[in-house]
């Protein structure tokens, strides 16, 4: 019987770790196509809808509301924050909070439109 009980504490365990590793995986992620989409010299208006979009692929609570993007010369900042429940346990969620902040060099031209 304590061995049940072990293997069971030891299950949860390693559901909850895998299910929160998985969480900040997607977030490093999201923060990497940011950097990436960052780099390419778009606009700030065309940056916040790629960023958008990214976070739907990722399937993210992030809106357009939500991002503040600022654009230099070379030079582009984007910052958000949201946060993803993670079930850590059966029946009880986690909201584990997000925060992006990307600092990028643009490697290519602005476009001008």
Known sequence: MKTLIKLIVVALIANALWRVATAYTTFYRFKDSINEAAMQGTTEADLKQKVVELARTYDLPVTAEDLTVTRDV????????????????????????????????????PVRR
Do not use: M, N, R, W
Request: charged share 10%; no cysteine; aromatic share 14%.
């Open 74 to 109: 070379q030079h582009v900042s984007v910052k958000t924050s949201y946060t993803s429940p993670v079930a850590v346990l059966p029946g009880y969620e986690y909201p584990l909070p997000f925060t992006v902040d990307v600092d990028a060099y643009v490697i290519a031209a």
